[in-house]
DNA sequence: GGAGAATATTCCCGTCAAGGAATATTTTAA
DNA sequence: TTAAAATATTCCTTGACGGGAATATTCTCC
C-alpha cells in the first residue's frame, strides 16, 4: 500500500532545474498526479473519454476547477483534447505512464541487487574510519 | 519522456480523505517523490544506503534541509533508517515501488484495451443527444 | 562530565498553488 | 442576432511547504 504525503509541490522554475537529471522521468508527471482531484480525473479516463462536465459530475467538482485541473494534465500531455462542437473531450496519453513505468522498472531492478548489502556498507563504513 | 508540473502539493488533510480510493496506491508517495530534493535523495539512494551528511555532500544541500526531505521519505515509508553510533543510515525501502509499479501495470493494461476506441465514445455521444 | 561530531527540531518568512466567485469565450440552435 | 449550454479564464484569498538560521538532541571519546 503507497502512500504520499501532501507537501507544496515545487514551482515550475524549481522543476525545469532539475530537468534531464532523472532520464526518462522529469518530475511534472509525478506532480500533476500528486494532487488528490487529478489522480482521480486521471482514474475516471482509465475507462475511456469524458468531457469536462462528465468529470465535473462524476467526481462532484465545480466545472471551473476541473478546467484548472485538466489543464494542468494537458500542460504536461498527461491528457489530451478532442473537440466536438460545444464539449471538449479529454483522453489519456499513454507516454507518460509508460514514461513512469520504465523508470520504476529500472528502478526496481538496481533494488533488487543492492538490496540486502547493509553489512557491505557498515563495513565500508569502518574502512574508511580506519584512513 | 515523463513531464512533471510544479503545483502545490494537497494537504495532509486532502490526502487522507483520498485513502482508499485508488487500490494498492494512494497519494502520498508521488507528492513526496515530486519534490525534486526528494527525488534526488531517491536517486541517490538507489546505489546503496548513505548516511545523512554524505547525502547531503552529494546533492549540495545543507544538513537540516536533508534532514527535514528524509523525514517526510520517512514517514512515508519511501525509506527507512538504521542508527550506527552517531550516524542515521538510510535506505530504501522496496514496498512502495513495488505498489506505484503494480499501480501502473494494472493501469498500461487498461489503457491499451481502450486506447483507440475515441469512435465509440462518439457514438454514444450523438444516441444520448437523441434520447 | 565536557567537547565535539552527526543529526534532528523549531521558528520565521516568502512563495505559490488550489478553491471560490465572477466573467469571458465558444458553439449551437432558433 | 439572441439565448443558452459548455467550457475556459481571471482575480482574489488562504494555507501549506520549503529554505534559512539558530538551537536542541544524541552519541562517542577523552
Known sequence: MMQLLFYRR????????MSGKIPGVNMTTLSALS????MN??????DGPLTVGEIADKLGLR???TSKHLKVLSDNGIVEVQAEANRRIYKLRPEPFQALDSWIQSFQRVMQERFDNLDDY????Q?????
Open 10 to 17: 515545487p514551482s515550475l522554475d524549481e522543476v525545469s532545474n
Open 35 to 38: 494532487e488528490p482531484n487529478r
Open 41 to 46: 480525473i486521471v482514474e475516471l479516463l482509465r
Open 63 to 65: 466545472q471551473p476547477q
Open 122 to 125: 557498515l563495513k565500508e563504513l
Open 127 to 131: 574502512n574508511k574510519e580506519k584512513s
